[in-house]
């Protein structure tokens, strides 16, 4: 195969334009082109309203292909080097129990199904509930409040990314080729297969709902078992090295019913998620290496998608190119980052609590993201510095004053505010041009009695620039809600770099987002191959009768 890249096209281009482009960057007839396999897809809009795509392929052709490539003379045509990726060969230390994970988000998933497809047949247990339980207990939390803290917008199959834009953005550096496989695996679980070659990439939550299906039916068609309502409680270690862990699983629907288990482990992944915080305050209380970190919140802001089409395209109907996206930074004079995350084309501002008396929110769009609203949260970072106590958990005890906060200015549900009140410190009485969009009751409020003064001040100053990068972002009717406290997780798991276990516990492998080793969908899936793969490399797969 040969590698070309940078084959820019008008985005009404045909097939035929593109093998013809192609043909003549490499100096070959378009008729020796045997095949054409899209690698990447990116949209130039530096000359909008006049748009391009660009393009990296692989070419398959008639002919010597060193020969092709040196005639051609440019760095944008070479060989292909890219292996595909694979798992190690099995190690040889005996595993008595087969692999436990906690959590079966983004993390644990791809750790199970790496080690299911190595044989090891991995036990799953999951907190919340399978996809189509969990989708309704979500729906009856959004109609009447009625919440359940086992089984929600954060817990459950697919973790809180099931609940999301899914996006597949990821900074990961990646020579392994993982990140490559996890879009490829997500493409046959039922995604759109544009996503292996497109430049943001999204599922859409209404899609992950059947692709976290069809990956946990790989997972058990290969011996692997997932069990759902099974929440990790404790943990029991020999010479410093993990022997037992005791579960608790629900009965039934009712989450005041639970059995109690013991099970043999000596290889677990904890792939909790970011908001397991009775299990942090579980692992908090263990000789397990644990530290507070940065993380950022702040509040989620809507406006019409059609504004941010004509900003981003340089006019209102996206058409086939997809409701558009925008990604904006800003350091404050006092030194404080803020910036976008999350962002949801077409989509919708959810109320994503999962604890009594807390209100905590997201963004989510469908795979077509026909919603008439963009939103993202708009965050500012904060650091152990700004936590109301130190420790371990002072991050966890600052998310939670801010969800009080929340809970107490939307009177249970989500407090909105227009920018312009938010700027003037008034509580907002209606709504403006911009129509919200939301999943889940809300109510009008003072958010700058949500956040600190320091972070209100922060959000304000990024609004201002935000407005001289995207025209009218900084308008009055904007509308703000909150709280975004959930962006990642507020502590960190340290652990070995090439063992891939925790630096305290052998046998314990802190994994993904709520390990602090992930951001998002597609880094916390990688992180979940990459500690599979320890685990494999090390260990023998288990001779074990279920």
């Known amino acids: 195969m040969i590698r070309v890249n940078q084959v820019k096209l008008p985005v009404s281009h045909s097939e035929a334009d593109l093998r013809k482009k192609t043909a003549k960057m490499m100096g070959v007839s378009a008729d020796q082109i045997q095949s054409v396999e899209l690698v990447r897809q990116s949209l130039d809009a530096r000359k909008k309203p006049d748009l391009y795509y660009l393009y990296a392929l692989d070419v398959a052709v008639a002919g010597k292909e060193a020969a092709i490539v040196k005639r051609a003379r440019s760095v944008?045509?070479?060989?292909r080097k890219e292996e595909a990726y694979r798992l190690p060969d099995p190690g040889i230390e005996p595993l008595r129990e087969r692999p436990v994970i906690v959590g079966f988000g983004p993390a644990g998933m791809f750790c199970g199904l790496m080690l299911a497809r190595a044989g090891y047949r991995p036990l799953i247990l999951e907190r919340g509930l399978d996809a189509d339980s969990r989708a309704k207990a979500v729906a009856r939390y959004w109609t009447d409040g009625t919440l359940d803290t086992e089984?929600?917008?954060?817990?459950?199959?697919?973790?809180?990314?099931?609940?999301?834009?899914?996006?597949?953005?990821?900074?990961?550096?990646?020579?392994?080729?993982?990140?490559?496989?996890?879009?490829?695996?997500?493409?046959?679980?039922?995604?759109?297969?544009?996503?292996?070659?497109?430049?943001?990439?999204?599922?859409?939550?209404?899609?992950?709902?059947?692709?976290v299906k069809n990956i946990r039916s790989e997972i058990e068609s290969l011996g692997g078992e997932v069990r759902f309502g099974c929440r990790l409680e404790d943990f029991e270690t020999q010479n410093g090295h993990l022997c037992s862990i005791r579960v608790s699983a629900r009965k039934g629907t009712s989450e005041a019913v639970r059995t109690v288990e013991e099970i043999p482990a000596s290889a677990l992944v904890l792939a909790i998620g970011h908001s397991a915080r009775d299990t942090f305050a579980m692992l908090a209380e263990k000789p397990l290496d644990m530290q507070a970190k940065a993380f950022a919140v702040g509040l989620r802001i809507q406006h019409p998608q059609t504004q941010i089409n004509l900003s981003q395209y340089g006019r209102e109907e996206a058409g086939?190119?997809?409701?558009?996206?925008?990604?904006?930074?800003?350091?404050?004079?006092?030194?404080?980052?803020?910036?976008?995350?999350?962002m949801c084309p077409g989509g919708f501002v959810v109320d994503a609590s999962s604890e009594p008396g807390r209100l905590a929110i997201n963004g989510m769009s469908n795979h077509d993201r026909a919603g008439a609203n963009a939103n993202s949260a708009l965050i500012v970072t904060v650091t152990p510095e700004d936590f109301p106590q130190p420790g371990t958990l002072g991050g966890v005890t600052f998310q939670r004053q801010l969800e009080e906060a929340a809970y107490r200015c939307g009177g249970g549900k989500i407090p909105v505010q227009l920018y312009g009140d938010f700027r003037e410190n008034r509580i907002s009485t209606g709504f403006g041009a911009v129509t919200p969009q939301f999943e889940g009751q809300f109510a009008f409020g003072n958010l700058r009695e949500v956040l600190p003064e320091a972070l209100s001040a922060a959000m304000l100053e990024g609004m201002e620039?935000?407005?001289?990068?995207?025209?009218?972002?900084?308008?009055?009717?904007?509308v703000f809600a909150g709280v975004e406290s959930r962006t990642s997780s507020p502590l960190r798991i340290p652990r070995d770099h090439a063992t891939m276990e925790s630096s305290t516990i052998a046998g314990i492998y802190p994994c993904g987002e709520g390990a602090g080793y992930a951001g998002g969908i597609?880094?916390?899936?990688?992180?979940?191959?990459?500690?599979?793969?320890?685990?494999?490399?090390?260990?023998?797969?288990?001779?074990?009768?279920l």
């Open 76 to 79: 944008n045509v070479q060989i």
């Open 151 to 211: 089984c929600n917008v954060q817990f459950g199959e697919g973790g809180a990314g099931t609940f999301s834009d899914g996006k597949l953005n990821t900074l990961v550096k990646d020579p392994s080729g993982r990140n490559k496989e996890v879009l490829k695996i997500l493409a046959q679980a039922g995604a759109d297969p544009t996503i292996t070659y497109v430049n943001k990439p999204h599922v859409g939550t209404d899609v992950l709902r059947t692709v």
């Open 320 to 342: 086939n190119l997809g409701a558009a996206s925008y990604k904006l930074t800003a350091q404050t004079s006092g030194g404080r980052g803020v910036y976008s995350f999350c």
């Open 465 to 478: 620039h935000f407005g001289h990068v995207i025209h009218g972002f900084d308008r009055e009717d904007a």
């Open 522 to 545: 597609t880094s916390a899936a990688m992180d979940g191959m990459k500690t599979a793969e320890a685990i494999i490399a090390k260990y023998a797969i288990p001779q074990i009768k």
